[in-house]
């Protein structure tokens, strides 16, 4: 299994632009989230998804879309990038009820915004 | 609203025991989680609690105590490869998990 996966790994944008990051999951997860860090936040949720056809919000949504056609695959959308928005992103997966506590994650993106 | 305190840096001696310390507030409460993250890499699972008391894998080892709202994470026979940032994370429940802002541990010779 590759687990969880993400791309690209690196990402330089512009101000006001628009780009996905992708991330896709072989292990059959029910529940994907993204997260991103930034140094000495800690990893802060963005959106998450408890199935295909399901997502929600986290703690900082704003700035981001998602959607999950697929049970493997939960891509996130900057609908116009920001500088605030330069940090590491990561993807993350955990199967079940209750196994919230053990989570997947990715390799992570970095982005930067110019 | 959830909310975590762990101590930002810790330094410790290789072969020495390190304790990483966790107090939370959050409005519902499923277990405590601890996961580990090297420079440049994503964070890994260690350990889960969801009862009070100790839990144990190896060199590491998780407590819990709900009254307290508090836990930690303990180190044994420290090595060189296990400085990295500990991340302390409460489950909901009806979310996923909200995380501290890590403690960064160095361990020195």
């Known amino acids: 299994n590759a687990g969880v996966t993400q791309t690209p790994k690196f990402q330089v944008l512009k101000t006001g632009q628009s780009m996905t990051l992708q991330c896709a999951q072989d292990?059959?997860?029910?529940?994907m989230s993204w997260y991103r860090q930034d140094p000495g936040m800690g990893l802060r949720l963005i959106h998450y998804?408890?199935?295909?056809?399901?997502?929600d919000q986290g703690e900082v949504p704003n700035g981001y879309n998602v959607s999950r056609s697929t049970t493997e695959d939960f891509p996130l959308r900057l609908l116009s990038a920001a500088p605030s928005q330069t940090s590491v992103y990561f993807c993350?997966?955990?199967?079940?009820?209750?196994?919230?506590?053990?989570?997947?994650f990715g390799p992570g993106t970095r982005l930067t915004v110019t | 609203g959830q909310s975590l305190e762990q101590p930002s840096e810790v330094t410790a001696v290789e072969g020495a025991i390190v304790q990483i310390n966790c107090t939370y507030q959050?409005?519902?409460?499923?277990?405590l989680s601890w996961y580990q993250q090297h420079d440049g890499g994503a964070p890994t699972f260690l350990s889960y609690?969801?009862?009070?008391g100790l839990e144990e894998t190896g060199r590491f080892s998780s407590f819990l105590s709900r009254s307290d709202s508090y836990g930690y994470l303990l180190l044994q026979e420290l090595q060189m490869k296990d400085s990295a940032s500990y991340f302390c994370?409460?489950?909901?429940?009806?979310?996923?998990?909200?995380f501290g802002k890590g403690t960064r541990l160095s361990v020195i010779a």
């Open positions: 993350a997966s955990a199967s079940g009820q209750g196994v919230y506590s053990e989570q997947y």
């Open positions: 292990m059959n997860h029910e529940y």
């Open positions: 998804s408890v199935g295909a056809g399901i997502t």
């Open positions: 959050t409005s519902g409460f499923y277990g």
């Open positions: 609690n969801a009862l009070d």
């Open positions: 994370a409460v489950s909901p429940g009806n979310t996923p998990l909200v």
